[in-house]
């Protein structure tokens, strides 16, 4: 079982910045590849962000890259996404998912394909 707490969100004015982190209850955090999700009210989770397991494959979301980074700390079991250049279109609730097995590279960013969740972290942007 995994358990994870997302921390870090807030409101802030566009072009700020945040740095949400989501921290791992689990003896073996390497074993699982993270990802960011997003979700605003009446819409579908929206991928962000995928890191593996060893950290050394990272994929943005397009609408993501460049403003956002992806980093991870396997020896204190978290995750954590640095957010940059904020705009009101990222206002939504964050979520930390783990996986330990994605059977194709399209997995990464399908929500159905990880089993654990956060509670989620609101960041609100204000324009």
């Known amino acids: 079982q995994v358990q994870l707490v997302e921390s870090g969100g807030g409101l802030v004015q566009a072009g700020e910045s945040l740095r949400l982190s989501c921290a791992a209850s689990?003896?073996?955090?390497?074993?699982?590849?993270m990802d960011w999700f997003r979700q605003v009210p009446g819409k579908e989770r929206e991928f962000v962000v995928y890191?593996?397991?060893?950290?050394?494959?990272?994929d943005y979301a397009d609408s993501v890259k460049g403003r956002f980074t992806i980093s991870r700390d396997n020896a204190k079991n978290t995750v954590y996404l640095q957010m940059n250049s904020l705009n009101p279109e990222d206002t939504a609730v964050y979520y930390c998912?783990?996986?330990?097995?994605?059977?194709?590279?399209?997995?990464?960013?399908?929500?159905?394909?990880?089993?654990?969740w956060g509670q989620g972290t609101q960041v609100t942007v204000s324009s």
């Open positions: 689990v003896r073996t955090f390497s074993f699982y590849d």
């Open positions: 890191i593996s397991r060893g950290g050394g494959t990272i």
């Open positions: 998912a783990a996986s330990s097995f994605l059977s194709s590279i399209s997995d990464r960013a399908s929500p159905r394909e990880y089993r654990y």
